[in-house]
């Protein structure tokens, strides 16, 4: 295994996250376990609120929640200053059973329902982020309804392609997000919400894509909304005093992944954005981004018990875990990479070659191909690196596997953030027809 940066490692040769031994942490929680490491959710929090402190316009981050969103995470990105990014009424209601402010919670979605509409406005939501025309009108009459005059932000499509999977761009014009600019869909957008007097609009936002590594893309939104904002203002009079740019922040998965700390995609952007706003002789704009996956991403490690070793003669060893496409899809789903090792042995040499497959009935259920490892045997942990983002949030109960456990652990502390799903959880919500 090469990993990117320094593992803890002690004198056992075990695994440390967050001053715990894995091995202890597997034996006293159980696995498949997710384990979160704070300090380093907060490093980079606080890289970015760093990176935005002195921008002449002012600015914020918000978590986006879909990366991971519990109720123990809201307060670890509340107290760190950043707001929250849901997309759904279900988030939403996370982030008010957590107590969250929600005057610093924005709502996303392609499809936003009238029910989600309804509760964010209800709610006394900072932002709601209009997607398409349909949601001008069936948003301005709940407002009006409810005698709120919602702020509200209008999403448009940057026309930028970033180099990420099919799956994850978002930013190209050939997308199911926002409006278009090219198409003048967005300038009507604009004028559509200005004349509702339930709304009042605020902000613009794009979201280009995820698991970024290049500046020049980031760079490139930044050039793409600022003239968009002038054209706005030409064509309207309007001008907005907020400019959104989303996430999508690269992080590591394997040693070949290169990005850049979070921070410093932050600062090309802003050094971008006041160079343009000084020539252009324009107020500087409320600056936001959304990341999700780079502030909870590399802070996770997925710990698995190894089971059944299957060797085919020349060809490949399988070694199956406990956990699998229910707890991390990314791989099934878009050819996720990732990094393993075995936590009992971080000193042995890696001397095999093994497929590492989850337990489901799925053949395409395999968690890592052809990762490096020391001599596995039934029992040991693997520990999968850089789980945190898109794992949780994305886990199902196919072939009816609860849920793992979510441990928080700092400073030699480990305490469960999401307990276990149990059987009884599974069925809680069965029913039995009245006529069987
Ligand atoms: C997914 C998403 C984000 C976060 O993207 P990351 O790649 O996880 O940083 C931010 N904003 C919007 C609108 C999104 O859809």
Request: proline share 4%; with cysteine; glycine share 12%.
């Amino acid at each position: 295994m090469t990993h990117w940066g320094n593992l803890s490692i002690n004198e056992k040769g075990h695994l440390i996250l967050g001053g715990c031994d894995a091995i202890d942490l597997a034996a006293r929680f159980g696995t498949p376990l997710y384990v979160m490491e704070e300090d380093t959710i907060r490093g980079v929090c606080r890289g970015y609120v760093r990176a935005i402190n002195g921008y002449p316009g002012g600015g914020k981050a918000l978590f986006a929640g879909k990366a991971f969103l519990i109720t123990a995470m809201c307060k670890i990105i509340e107290s760190e200053g950043l707001g929250l990014d849901v997309v759904s009424g279900g988030e939403l209601y996370v982030a008010m059973n957590a107590g969250f402010d929600l005057k610093n919670v924005y709502l996303h979605g392609n499809n936003k329902t009238p029910e989600d509409l309804r509760m964010a406005v209800k709610a006394g939501i900072g932002r709601i982020v209009i997607d398409s025309a349909n949601e001008i009108g069936l948003l301005a009459g709940i407002a009006k309804e409810l005698g709120r005059i919602q702020d509200v932000s209008v999403r448009i499509k940057p026309g930028i392609e970033a180099h990420t999977h099919e799956y994850i761009k978002t930013g190209q014009v050939d997308s199911k997000f926002g409006f278009g600019i090219g198409d003048g869909q967005g300038m009507r957008a604009v004028r559509d919400i200005l004349a509702q007097p339930s709304l009042s609009l605020i902000g613009l936002h794009c979201h280009i894509g995820s698991q970024i590594f290049e500046l020049q893309p980031f760079r490139d939104a930044v050039d793409v909304m600022l003239n968009y904002m002038l054209k706005v203002e030409q064509e309207t009079g309007f001008v907005f005093s907020e400019i959104n740019f989303g996430g999508g922040y690269g992080i590591h998965y394997t040693a070949e992944d290169a990005p850049l700390r979070p921070d410093e995609y932050v600062k090309t952007m802003l050094d971008e954005l006041t160079a343009l706003c000084n020539k252009k002789g324009v107020t500087p704009p409320f600056f936001v981004i959304e990341p999700g996956r780079s502030i909870v991403g590399e802070a996770g490690t997925t710990l698995y018990t190894v089971g059944d070793i299957k060797t085919i003669p020349d060809i490949r060893t399988y070694v199956s875990v406990d956990g699998s496409m229910a707890d991390n899809p990314r791989p099934a789903l878009y050819q996720a990479v990732y990094t393993c090792a075995l936590a009992g042995k971080m000193d042995a040499p890696e001397e095999t070659v093994v497929s590492i497959a989850g337990r489901t009935c799925e053949s395409g259920d395999m968690l890592i191909w052809n990762a490096k490892l020391p001599e596995t045997q039934a029992g040991d942990v693997l520990a999968v690196f850089s789980t945190g983002a898109y794992n949780y949030s994305m886990a199902s109960n196919y072939n009816k596997l609860p849920h793992p456990a979510v441990v928080l652990v700092k400073d030699g502390r480990a305490e469960l953030m999401v307990k276990r799903q149990s059987y009884d959880d599974l069925i809680k919500n069965d029913v039995i027809p009245s006529w069987l």
